[in-house]
C-alpha cells in the first residue's frame, strides 16, 4: 500500500480526492490524468467567479476585490425583469411537466398496452435531440399558427423538454418501488385512497422533489430553446446573458453567472441528494 | 370442525400459464396448514388468491362460508406476512404495527396498547421508534409477524416467512412461530418450498406440484404413504421400482422389477395380475446384511456398495442391485446391522426391507 | 368525498383503459402538438420554396437538400462533421483514465467525484462557455501567463479558431463521455481482472484484451452522447469560433435569422436530425448485440 492517507501527514483524514487509499496504487498516473481532468472542469469556472470580485473594469488582471459588479448587477432592470421572467417561466414549467410527467410514468409503470415501446422512444426523443432543432421548430410552429412569441411560447417549449426528464426521473423511482408494500397496505385494511397517500406518495416523494428541482434547472439554464422560442417583451436570463456576451465581456455578465452557476449548484446537489436517499 | 377458508374448483391462468389448476382444498378453523412444494407449483399464487391479490379465474373462494372472489384485500378479514416482510420503510416499527389499527379506527391508546402488545409478543419491547432499516432480518421478520397478528385475523397467511433467514435463525423461528400460533390461536396458512419446515411445524400439509394438489393430510401420512411418486420423491428421500405384477399370493402382491428382482408386496386389492405398479421404500426402512438371512424370509437381493457417504449421525450406501437399478440404504448410527460393517465400497452386501415398508404409488 | 374518491380509484381499477387515457392523455396532447407536430412542419417546409421576402412558398422543391452540395455548405457540414469526431475521440481518451479511476476510487470518494462530474452537466452551458472566453482572448489569462513567462512575444490568437470551438465542446460535454464509462466500468466485475493478472497479462495486455471489451457498450453509449450535442452545437462555435468556423448549428440559426431562409434551414435541421437518431439506432443495436456482457 503505497498511498495510504498516511503518507500524506498534513491531510490525515482527507486525502486529496486524486491519491484516496487505493487497492491499485500502482496506477498514480491516472490520479494525475484525472486530477488534471478536474481542474479542466472547474478552472474555468473558478476563473469567472475570482473575475466577478475583480476591481477592474477590463478583467485582464487582479486589481482588488469589489462588490460593485454585484452592485451595478442589482441596478440593472433588463437582468432584473430577464431573471424574473426566467423564473416565471421556471416555476411554470415544472409544475406542469411534474403533474404531466408523472401522470406518463405512473401509466407506464403500471400498464402494459399497444404502442409502448414506440411512445417510449417518442418520449425519450426530446432528450437526445439536437435542441436547436426543437428551438426551430418550434417556432415555425409558433408562427405558422400566429401564436405570439412571448413568455407563454417559452413555457409551452419548456414543457414539452421537460415532460421526458420528468418521466425519467419519477419512472425510475417507480421501477425501484417495492409493489408488495402496496399490496401489504391494503392487506393491512388500507383502500387504494389510503394506500396511494400514506404509502404509494410517501415513497415516490423524493423522486418526485428530484425531478421538480431537475426540471427547474434544466428551465432556469436552457438558452438555446428560449432564444428561438422568446419573443419581445419577454427575454429570459440566459438570453440576456447572451446578448450582453455578444456585446463584449463585461463584469456585470461575470456577476451574473456567478449567480446562476451557485443557484444551479444548489439545486443539483439537493437533486444529488435526494435521488440518493 | 369450522372451516376458515375453503378453495372450490379454483383455477387461477396467467396469459398463458396456468398458476393453479382446478385446487379443491379446505382449511380448518385454529390449524397450521402448509403449502409445499417446488417453486412455480402455484403455493403463492394460491395464497395471493386467499389475500385478494389475484382474482381467481375459475372456480371460488370461501372465507368463513363466504364467497370472497371479487372482494378487495382490505375487504377480507385475513392478513399476510410477506416473503420479503414489505415494511414501510418510511415508518418506525410501531407505526408499521400500527397501521392496520390507524385503519380500523380505533381510538388512539387503544392503538398504543395493541402495539405494545404485539411487540411483547414478538420479544422486539424497546424498539419501537427504530426504521425498518435498522433492523437486522431476524427482527425485520418479527415486525411483519407483529404487523399482521396485532390485527386478530381470523387467517394468517404466511409467504415463506422464514426463507431469507439463516439456517439457525430459521430453525428457532420455527419453533417460535408454532408456539406463537398456539398463543393466539389464528390459522395459519403457511407457503414452504422447504419439506422439513414444513413436516415438523404442521398439522396438515398440502403437496402441490405444477398448481395441482399432489396430496393432502397429516406430515406423518405424507411421509410414510406417498401416494405420488412427486411426492415420495419431493419429500424426502425416496429409492422406486417399476414392476409388473407376477402373483398373488393371498397376503402379498409379488411383483417383477423391470431388472428381474421378484418383490413381495402389501396386498391392493384393486391391483390384478399382469398390471404395471410404481412403488417406493425409503432409505431408513431398508436393511444391510453380510450375507442372506433366514431370519428376514423376504425381499432379500444382493448387490455391491457403490459410494458410501457419511453424513455424521448416519450412513448412506448406494447399492447397486443390477446395471440400472441402484438403491440408497440409510443406516443411523447404533442401527444393529452397521455393527456387521463396517462395509466398505465394493463390498457384496444383501439388502432387504419388510413388504409393508413398500408403498405403491399412483403413476 | 373520500367515498366518492375511493369509488373513482375502483372504477379505474375495473377500466384499465380508461385510466390508462386519463394517465396518457395530457402527455400525448402536449408531445403530439408542441413536439411531433413542429418536428413534421420542418419535413414540409424543407420540401418547399422560399419566398422573395423569408416566408414559405408552398411549391415542392428538393432544391433544399441539393444545397448541401454547394461547396459553401459542404465545408461546413464537413466541418461540422470533423470537429465532432475529434471531439468524441478527444472525450473517450480522456475521459476513459477518469471514468476508470472514479470506479476505483473508495466509496467516500467515489460519490464527491461522481457529483463533480454532474455537477457541470446540469448548469448553464452558455455560462460555461462563456467562461473560456475570458481566458482564451487577446488579453485572456492564458495570454497573460504565456507573455508573463515570456514564452510568447505577443498575445497568441486563441478565440474565434478552430481549436478555441474543440476546446470548448470538449469541456462542454467531457461529462456526457465519462459518466456512461463509470457505469459500465463499474459494472465490471473486478475478479477478472486479476483472474487476468493471474493468467500473466501485463497492465496494457489486461486493459486490451478484457477491460475495453467489457466496457465497450460505455464507450459506444458515451461517443454517441458526445458527438450528438457535438455536430448540433450551436453556442459554443457562435461564441468561441468565428465567422471562419461556422458549424451547422450556427447555419442553422442564420436561416432564421439574417438569411431568412426558412426552407433550407428545414433541411439542415432535418438531416441534423436524421444523423442524430441514425447515430442512436446504431447505439441500441450495438448496446443490444454486447447485452450478453
Known sequence: ?277 | ?363 | MKRFRQQLFVFFNRHPSLSLLSLLGPSLFWMGIFFLVPLLIILLYSFLQKGPYGGIIYQFTLENYRRFLDPLYLTILIRSFKLAVMTTVICLVTGYPIAYRIAFASKKWKNTLLVLIILPFWTSFLIRTYAWILLLRDTGLINQLLLKFHIVREPLKLLYTEGAVLVGMVYGFLPFMVLPLYASIEKLDKTLLEAAEDLGATPLWKFLRVTLPLTLPGVIAGSILVFIPSVAAFVTPDLLGGAKTMMMGSLIQNQFGPARDWPFGSAISLVLMILVLISVFIYLRLTKENKGI
Open chain 2, 1 to 363: 370442525m369450522v372451516i376458515d377458508v375453503e378453495l372450490r374448483n379454483v383455477t387461477k391462468r396467467f396469459d398463458r400459464t396456468t398458476a393453479v389448476d382446478n385446487l379443491s382444498l379446505q382449511v380448518y378453523r385454529g390449524e397450521f396448514f402448509s403449502l409445499l412444494g417446488p417453486s412455480g407449483c402455484g403455493k403463492t399464487t394460491t395464497l395471493r388468491l386467499i389475500a385478494g391479490f389475484e382474482i381467481p379465474t375459475e372456480g371460488e373462494i370461501l372465507i368463513n362460508n363466504q364467497i370472497v372472489n371479487h372482494k378487495r384485500p382490505y375487504e377480507r378479514n385475513v392478513n399476510t406476512v410477506f416473503q420479503n416482510y414489505a415494511l414501510f420503510p418510511h415508518l418506525t416499527v410501531a407505526e408499521n404495527i400500527a397501521f392496520g389499527l390507524e385503519r380500523k379506527k380505533l381510538p388512539r391508546t387503544e392503538i398504543r396498547q395493541r402495539v405494545a402488545e404485539a411487540l411483547e409478543l414478538v420479544q422486539l419491547t424497546g424498539l419501537d421508534h427504530r426504521y425498518p432499516k435498522q433492523l437486522s432480518g431476524g427482527q425485520q421478520q418479527r415486525v411483519a409477524l407483529a404487523r399482521a397478528i396485532v390485527l386478530k385475523p381470523q387467517v394468517l397467511l404466511l409467504d415463506e416467512p422464514l426463507g431469507a433467514l439463516d439456517l439457525k435463525l430459521r430453525k428457532e423461528m420455527q419453533l417460535e412461530l408454532k408456539n406463537l400460533q398456539h398463543q393466539v390461536g389464528i390459522t395459519f396458512i403457511y407457503v414452504t418450498h422447504d419439506q422439513e419446515e414444513a413436516l415438523t411445524m404442521s398439522d396438515r400439509i398440502a403437496v402441490l406440484n405444477q398448481g395441482r394438489l399432489e396430496q393432502l393430510g397429516a406430515p406423518e401420512e405424507i411421509y410414510e404413504y406417498p401416494k405420488t411418486r412427486f411426492v415420495a420423491d419431493f419429500i424426502g428421500i425416496s429409492n422406486f421400482f417399476k414392476g409388473k405384477i407376477t402373483g398373488n399370493t393371498g397376503q402379498r402382491l409379488e411383483v417383477e422389477t423391470e431388472d428381474g428382482l421378484i418383490v413381495k408386496l402389501p396386498k391392493e386389492d384393486h391391483l390384478k395380475i399382469g398390471e404395471k405398479v410404481h412403488f417406493s421404500v425409503r432409505p431408513e426402512k431398508m436393511w444391510l446384511m453380510s450375507e442372506m438371512s433366514s431370519k428376514n424370509g423376504e425381499n432379500q437381493f444382493p448387490g455391491f456398495i457403490e459410494r458410501k457417504i457419511y453424513t455424521g449421525n448416519a450412513t448412506h450406501f448406494i447399492v447397486s442391485l443390477s446395471y440400472t437399478q441402484k438403491v440408497t440404504v440409510l443406516l443411523q448410527k447404533g442401527d444393529r446391522e452397521s455393527k456387521r460393517g463396517p462395509w466398505t465400497v465394493g463390498d457384496k452386501v444383501w439388502i432387504s426391507w419388510k413388504p409393508e415398508d413398500s408403498v405403491i404409488l399412483k403413476d
Open chain 1, 1 to 277: 500500500m503505497k498511498n495510504t492517507p498516511s503518507q500524506y501527514p498534513s491531510l490525515p483524514a482527507f486525502p486529496h480526492p486524486c491519491v484516496p487509499p487505493s487497492p491499485r496504487p500502482h496506477i498514480s498516473w491516472l490520479d494525475w490524468i484525472t486530477g488534471l481532468g478536474y481542474l479542466f472542469l472547474y478552472a474555468p469556472i473558478l476563473i469567472l467567479i475570482v473575475f466577478s470580485f475583480n476591481n477592474s473594469r477590463f478583467n485582464v488582471v487582479w486589481k482588488g476585490f469589489t462588490l460593485d459588479w454585484y452592485i451595478k448587477l442589482f441596478e440593472d432592470t433588463k437582468i432584473l425583469e430577464a431573471l424574473k421572467v426566467s423564473l416565471i417561466v421556471a416555476l411554470a414549467s415544472t409544475a406542469i411537466s411534474l403533474v404531466i410527467g408523472t401522470l406518463t410514468a405512473w401509466a407506464m409503470y403500471r400498464y402494459s398496452f399497444k404502442g409502448k415501446r414506440i411512445l417510449e422512444g417518442v418520449l425519450y426523443l426530446p432528450i437526445i435531440i439536437p435542441d436547436i432543432v426543437m428551438g426551430i421548430s418550434l417556432t415555425l410552429f409558433f408562427v405558422l399558427i400566429k401564436f405570439q412569441l412571448g413568455m407563454a411560447s417559452i413555457i409551452i417549449a419548456h414543457v414539452a423538454f421537460n415532460i421526458s426528464f420528468v418521466m425519467v426521473v419519477v419512472r425510475a423511482r417507480l421501477q425501484g418501488l417495492d409493489r408488495t408494500l402496496e399490496e401489504a397496505a391494503m392487506d393491512l385494511g388500507a383502500d387504494e385512497v389510503t394506500t396511494f397517500f400514506k404509502v404509494t406518495l410517501p415513497l415516490l416523494s423524493p423522486g418526485l422533489i428530484a425531478a421538480a428541482l431537475l426540471a427547474f434547472t434544466l428551465s432556469f439554464d436552457d438558452f438555446v430553446i428560449s432564444f428561438f422560442t422568446a419573443g419581445v417583451g419577454a427575454t429570459p436570463l440566459p438570453v440576456q446573458i447572451y446578448s450582453m456576451v455578444k456585446l463584449g465581456v463585461s463584469p456585470v455578465v461575470n456577476a451574473i453567472s456567478t449567480l446562476v452557476l451557485i443557484i444551479s449548484f444548489i439545486l443539483v446537489i439537493l437533486t444529488e441528494k435526494l435521488q440518493r436517499k
